[in-house]
T-cell receptor, first 114, second 113 residues
Framework: KQEVTQIPAALSVPEGENLVLNCSFT??????LQWFRQDPGKGLTSLLL?????REQTSGRLNASLDKSSGRSTLYIAASQPGDSATYLC?????????????FGQGTILTVHP | NAGVMQNPRHLVRRRGQEARLRCSPM?????VYWYRQLPEEGLKFMVY????????ESGMPKERFSAEFPKEGPSILRIQQVVRGDSAAYFC???????????FGDGTRLSIL
């Protein structure tokens, strides 16, 4: 059974701090891993998608890494801002299907205070 | 280019009624996924559809739930005889092909009285 775990469940930091969100997964036969952002009452916004052949992806202040051997991914946010406050979800695409069936973690609730 | 559109945004039903949730994928997308987010739980896969075909419904409860994606019109997730445990946020995502979905709607929040 595929499981995705995110640590910590919640994180509160002052503005300007660099931070790391962690995601671990049990299925090593991973096709790709995706990080999403979810604002209250809203849908999901895809932030970064890492294919199994890649080790990391970067977009602006965000950097995501993927280590298949250890079953881990991290999302690094540089110089955090209050606007980064949201729930961050990681989702793996694995399990032998050839299509995008995602297994999500529970999320990390991030609060960046001024 | 509008994103994935879901309606209604909020839906209130009494126990035993039917709920119909609609999802219009992004233009040019013919693959649709439905996910459910129960209170205090993560998103769980329900069903994956292509136009006129259900490809994978392994995450759907066996009874009362059905989904369709007709040739014309939106995808519909239908819940018959709703119960309190069906209260959740239901999200739709679409993709142009079988690649993982990166575009999600804002969800339908279903409340059962």
């Amino acid at each position: 059974k595929q499981e995705v775990t995110q640590i910590p469940a919640a994180l509160s930091v002052p503005e300007g701090e660099n931070l790391v969100l962690n995601c671990s997964f049990t299925d090593s036969a991973i096709y790709n891993l995706q990080w999403f952002r979810q604002d209250p009452g809203k849908g999901l916004t895809s932030l970064l998608l890492i294919q199994s052949s890649q080790r990391e992806q970067t977009s602006g202040r965000l950097n995501a890494s993927l280590d298949k051997s250890s079953g881990r991914s991290t999302l690094y946010i540089a110089a955090s801002q209050p606007g980064d406050s949201a729930t961050y979800l990681c989702a793996e695409n694995a399990g032998g299907t050839s299509y995008g069936k995602l297994t999500f973690g529970q999320g990390t609730i991030l609060t960046v205070h001024p | 280019n509008a994103g994935v559109m879901q309606n209604p945004r909020h839906l209130v039903r009494r126990r035993g009624q039917e709920a119909r949730l609609r999802c219009s994928p992004m233009k040019g997308h013919s693959h649709v996924y439905w996910y459910r987010q129960l209170p205090e739980e993560g998103l769980k896969f329900m069903v994956y559809l292509q136009k006129e075909n259900i490809i994978d419904e392994s995450g759907m409860p066996k009874e009362r739930f059905s989904a369709e994606f007709p040739k014309e019109g939106p995808s519909i997730l239908r819940i018959q005889q709703v119960v309190r445990g069906d209260s959740a946020a239901y999200f739709c995502a679409s993709s142009p092909d079988s690649s993982p979905p990166q575009h999600f709607g804002d969800g339908t929040r279903l409340s059962i009285l």
